[in-house]
T-cell receptor
């Protein structure tokens, strides 16, 4: 079965701690995306990658970092610089053309202790 | 730059009634338009999309949407609501004018189905 997996489903962060959210896809998609979802604000783009070893900042990249060493994987690190990290994080992938559907993972909910 | 406005953050309809979720877009180029659905604590799933051709687009679960260029709208409809339709719905437009291929999402409309 092809799809996108995100882990963990729930993640707790302590003050000053960096945490990493996993996103893996076996759809053979070149493009991958990270979104943050807050109630009433829709989805906001954090980072995206059109190809391996390349990624671009989205609208709200401050306090986050990513890597794209493999086509299948696009992990997101929430650093201690992100002062309000509590949110639902969604990863997506697609064929990188404008008309293509983005396929989403099930999401990771990050909570601050 | 493209943008999307969804009218109404919450919409309530009775089971069996018409569902109408409104979406207006702004785009300097012919748009690609999408509707996604999100069930609680899950990712988004594509309902339907418009790229070119027929302006009435049919999607999954009995939903359809009509692209109206003159009104810059892409409203989502379903003739008869079912309890299982309760979810959050997102309209989106492809950022075709940008450097890379991104999608811009609206803020979402939560659909409530009344028994």
């Amino acid at each position: 079965d092809g799809g996108i997996t995100q882990s963990p489903k729930y993640l707790f962060r302590k003050e000053g701690q960096n945490v990493t959210l996993s996103c893996e896809q076996n759809l053979n998609h070149d493009a991958m995306y990270w979104y943050r979802q807050d109630p009433g604000q829709g989805l906001r783009l954090i980072y995206y990658s059109q190809i391996v070893n390349d990624f671009q900042k989205g609208d709200i990249a401050e306090g986050y970092s990513v890597s794209r060493e493999k086509k299948e994987s696009f992990p997101l690190t929430v650093t201690s610089a992100q002062k309000n990290p509590t949110a639902f994080y969604l990863c997506a992938s697609s064929i990188p053309t404008s008309q293509e559907t983005q396929y989403f993972g099930p999401g990771t909910r990050l909570l601050v202790l | 730059a493209q943008s999307v406005t969804q009218l109404g953050s919450h919409v309530s309809v009775s089971e069996g009634a018409l569902v109408l979720l409104r979406c207006n877009y702004s785009s300097s180029v012919p748009p690609y338009l999408f509707w996604y659905v999100q069930y609680p604590n899950q990712g988004l799933q594509l309902l339907l999309k418009y790229t070119t051709g027929a302006t009435l687009v049919k999607g999954i679960n009995g939903f359809e949407a009509e692209f109206k260029k003159s009104e810059t709208s892409f409203h989502l409809t379903k003739p008869s609501a079912h309890m299982s339709d309760a979810a959050e719905y997102f309209c989106a437009v492809s950022d075709r004018g940008g450097r890379d291929d991104k999608i811009i999402f609206g803020k979402g409309t939560r659909l409530h189905i009344l028994p």
